[in-house]
C-alpha cells in the first residue's frame, strides 16, 4: 500500500514556501542498507519524544558505536535510555511517537528515522519505523568526536531563558528542534527531530525569545509544516566542549512573509520560539567534539542586522 510522502500541513508549508514537491522515493517506510549501516556507526542519537501533555521533547542518547542497530528494515533497536532527571525520559513510552536523527558530523551525513515505540525495556527500547529518509549536508560544521568520560551532575530546570542559557545560544553554530504533526492529519504525521546551523550567533535572542533564520535545505518543510498545525516544540543544544545539554520547550510562529528575516542575509524566512521553561544537563554527554570547518554553505549568511 503506499504510504503518502508528507502530511496536509508540510504541503501546505510548501505551498507557503518554494512550491509543493509532491510524493518522492527518497522518503521510505523502511530503512535502506546504507542507513541502517550508517546508524550502526554513530556515537550519539538525537531523539525527539512527545511527553504526557503532548509536548515535544528533545534530548541526546550516547553510546559506543553499535549502540543503535536494526534488526531487519523496518525496526530500529537503541541500546540506551536517558536517565530519570532527563524531561525525556518518561516519554519513551510503548505506543508514543517518536523521531530520530543520526548525524556524522565528521562526513557531515544525516538521517531521519521516524516511528512509534514498539518497546521499552530495562537496556532501551524499540522503534517500529515509518519513514526513513536523508537530509542534504548543508549548514552542518564538521567535528570529530571523541569518548570523554564524564561525572554527569544533576538536571537543572528554569524558567524561559536564563542568563546561562542565553551565553550558550548565542555562541552556538548548531540547534536541533522536536516537533510533532497535530493530530488526525494523516499516516505521513507524527514526531520528527531535525537540524539547524550557521554561524555563531545565528540565532537571535531576545527576552525568552529565540529567532531563528530559515535557510533554502532540501525543500521537504518537515519541521515548519508539523509547526503549522502544531506550535509547540522543543529545542536541544550541545555544548560541544564540556557535554551540558540545554533543552527548551515553548510554542513557535513562522514569519512567512519574511519581515524578520530580511535582517539575515540568504534566509527566506524565519520562525520565533517563546520559550516557556528549560532544563540543563551538566556532562549529560561523554563525548568531546573538536571542531573543525565551517559548513561552506554559510558564506553569504547573517549575521542578524540589528540589535535584538
Same mark, same amino acid.
Given at each position: 500500500?503506499?504510504?503518502?510522502?508528507?502530511?496536509?500541513?508540510?504541503?501546505?508549508?510548501?505551498?507557503?514556501?518554494?512550491?509543493?514537491?509532491?510524493? &518522492?522515493?527518497?522518503?521510505?517506510?523502511?530503512?535502506?542498507?546504507?542507513?541502517?549501516?550508517?546508524?550502526?556507526?554513530?556515537?550519539?542519537?538525537?531523539?525527539? $519524544?512527545?511527553?504526557?501533555?503532548?509536548?515535544?521533547?528533545?534530548?541526546?542518547?550516547?553510546?559506543?558505536?553499535?549502540?543503535? /542497530?536494526?534488526?531487519?528494515?523496518?525496526?530500529?533497536?537503541?541500546?540506551?535510555?536517558?536517565? =530519570?532527571?532527563?524531561?525525556?525520559?518518561?516519554?519513551?513510552?510503548?505506543?508514543?511517537?517518536?523521531?530520530?536523527? +543520526?548525524? *556524522?558530523?565528521?562526513?557531515?551525513?544525516?538521517?531521519?528515522?521516524?516511528?512509534?515505540?514498539?518497546?521499552? *525495556?530495562?537496556? @532501551?527500547?524499540?522503534?517500529?519505523?515509518?519513514?526513513?529518509?536523508?537530509?542534504?549536508?548543508?549548514?552542518?560544521?564538521?567535528?570529530?568526536?571523541?569518548?570523554?568520560?564524564? $561525572?554527569? @551532575?544533576?538536571?537543572? /530546570?528554569?524558567? @524561559?531563558?536564563?542568563?546561562?542559557?542565553?551565553?550558550?545560544?548565542?555562541?552556538?553554530? &548548531?540547534?536541533?528542534?522536536?516537533?510533532?504533526?497535530?493530530?488526525?492529519?494523516?499516516?505521513? +504525521?507524527?514526531?520528527?527531530?531535525?537540524?539547524?546551523? +550557521?554561524?555563531?550567533?545565528?540565532?537571535?535572542?531576545?527576552?525568552?525569545?529565540?529567532?531563528?533564520?530559515?535557510?533554502?535545505?532540501?525543500?521537504?518543510?518537515?519541521?515548519?509544516?508539523?509547526?503549522?498545525?502544531?506550535?509547540?516544540?522543543?529545542?536541544?543544544?550541545?555544548?560541544?566542549? =564540556?557535554? *551540558?545539554?540545554? &533543552?527548551?520547550?515553548?510554542?513557535?510562529?513562522?514569519?512567512?512573509?519574511?519581515?524578520?528575516?530580511? +535582517?539575515?542575509?540568504?534566509?527566506?524566512?524565519?520562525? /520565533?520560539?517563546?520559550?516557556?521553561?528549560?532544563?540543563?544537563?551538566?556532562?549529560?554527554?561523554?563525548?568531546?567534539?573538536?571542531?573543525?570547518?565551517?559548513?561552506?554553505?554559510?558564506?553569504?549568511?547573517?549575521?542578524?542586522?540589528?540589535?535584538?
Amino acid at each position: 500500500m503506499h504510504a503518502p510522502s508528507f502530511h496536509a500541513d508540510e504541503i501546505a508549508a510548501q505551498r507557503l514556501g518554494d512550491g509543493v514537491i509532491g510524493d &518522492t522515493p527518497a522518503i521510505r517506510t523502511f530503512m535502506p542498507e546504507q542507513h541502517r549501516t550508517f546508524f550502526a556507526g554513530l556515537p550519539m542519537l538525537l531523539v525527539g $519524544a512527545v511527553d504526557a501533555d503532548g509536548w515535544p521533547i528533545a534530548t541526546a542518547l550516547a553510546g559506543r558505536p553499535g549502540f543503535v /542497530s536494526t534488526p531487519d528494515p523496518e525496526t530500529l533497536r537503541v541500546a540506551a535510555l536517558p536517565p =530519570s532527571d532527563d524531561p525525556a525520559a518518561s516519554a519513551l513510552r510503548p505506543g508514543a511517537e517518536i523521531g530520530l536523527l +543520526g548525524l *556524522d558530523f565528521g562526513t557531515r551525513r544525516r538521517n531521519r528515522a521516524n516511528g512509534r515505540i514498539a518497546a521499552v *525495556d530495562a537496556g @532501551g527500547f524499540t522503534v517500529a519505523v515509518e519513514q526513513s529518509f536523508g537530509n542534504c549536508p548543508k549548514y552542518i560544521r564538521r567535528r570529530e568526536a571523541e569518548a570523554e568520560p564524564r $561525572a554527569g @551532575g544533576p538536571a537543572e /530546570s528554569f524558567r @524561559g531563558v536564563d542568563a546561562r542559557a542565553r551565553a550558550l545560544i548565542a555562541s552556538a553554530d &548548531t540547534l536541533f528542534v522536536a516537533t510533532r504533526a497535530r493530530d488526525g492529519v494523516g499516516p505521513a +504525521g507524527g514526531a520528527d527531530i531535525s537540524h539547524r546551523g +550557521g554561524s555563531p550567533g545565528f540565532v537571535r535572542v531576545d527576552g525568552d525569545v529565540l529567532t531563528i533564520p530559515d535557510l533554502p535545505g532540501n525543500r521537504y518543510f518537515n519541521t515548519l509544516g508539523n509547526l503549522v498545525g502544531e506550535p509547540r516544540a522543543s529545542l536541544l543544544l550541545v555544548d560541544f566542549e =564540556s557535554g *551540558d545539554l540545554l &533543552t527548551l520547550q515553548g510554542e513557535a510562529e513562522i514569519d512567512w512573509d519574511g519581515r524578520e528575516a530580511a +535582517g539575515f542575509a540568504g534566509a527566506r524566512r524565519s520562525w /520565533s520560539f517563546r520559550a516557556l521553561r528549560g532544563w540543563r544537563r551538566p556532562a549529560a554527554l561523554p563525548l568531546r567534539w573538536r571542531p573543525l570547518d565551517p559548513s561552506p554553505f554559510l558564506a553569504g549568511t547573517g549575521p542578524w542586522a540589528g540589535p535584538a
